[in-house]
């Protein structure tokens, strides 16, 4: 490895104050364009290497050079290509960069995002099959985060307090009276599993960690059943029987087959079934029966990405953001 560049050095190859050479690098203060063009061409000639990741977006061909990539069904959807939206103006806020964005939820995505030599790349979602081409991307010393959960986090990830989530929407039911709480989400094709028996999804097993800090007694096997990718049956039995006096549901889709699935029964939520709902976004509608709803912050997960991106380093650590009211 060759030798450390300075900013010291980068000034006296100039002839120029360091404070100079920092407002060049980070576009504040006043400096004349011609000085700062020089500045940025004589710190590209010595191959000069900031940890600041808006002083190297400051320069010449930033453009392109922080990449997001999520899976092509994020533009189907209205609220998910929005997310998109609201990730792209924060990061051209924060470093005046256009991001590129790629499609895909690949390692073949990540290698086509390698070729281009990226400061840094915004995940939109993360699966075990991308862990092994984010931690190369990371050894090249490439700035990489994640806006989803993970079991392992081979980059700095973020997403909502699901532990968190649970505890309040648990807090909420004892407050109500109830004791057996149930619980309604998306765990496999099974209505029903064994602790261990598979990996659970993240959410999932955190949820059940908050819901167990207020209900101790909480039995996974029992009070937790799954959409089982559509077929409510399971569920349905379980609603009907009214052992859970107190329901938490994980996502909208759940909630609305929730409600959907309680009429059919003659039940009337939330008072015939307390329902805490924890819903994914304030836009998507859905009917007023739940006696709480809790709400993902996107924006203060965004918010959370452009803050980590801006620090001098970027660990492989969870960055969690509390869901809200409405």
Known sequence: ??????????????????ATVSRALNGTGYIREGLRRKILNRVEDLGWHSNNLTSRLNGRRSEGRIVIVGASELLLAPETSRELFVISEAVYKQFRSTPALKLGHRAETLAECRKSSPEAIILCGINEQLE?????????????????ESLHPPCAVVHGDYVENGRKAAETLVKLG???????????????????????PRRVRDTVMGIRQIVPDFNFQED??????????????MLESGMQTGWIVQETKHF??????????????????????????TEIPVPPLACRFLYRDFRGEVARVVDALSGKSLPAEEYLIPYREA
Do not use: W, Y
């Open 256 to 281: 609305l087959e929730f409600t959907a699935t309680a009429r059919q029964f003659g039940l009337f939520p939330p008072t015939d079934r307390p329902v805490v709902a924890l819903l994914e976004s």
């Open 1 to 18: 490895m060759g030798k450390k560049i300075t900013i010291r050095e980068v000034a006296e190859q100039c002839n120029v104050s360091t």
């Open 224 to 237: 937790a059943v799954s959409d089982c990718f559509g077929d409510l049956s399971a569920f349905g039995e």
């Open 132 to 148: 092994e081409p984010i931690r190369d991307l990371v050894q090249l010393g490439i700035r990489v985060v994640a806006v989803g």
């Open 178 to 200: 109830h004791r057996r709480i149930g619980f309604f989400g998306g765990f496999g094709s099974r209505p029903h599993l064994r602790e261990g028996e598979f990996p659970m």
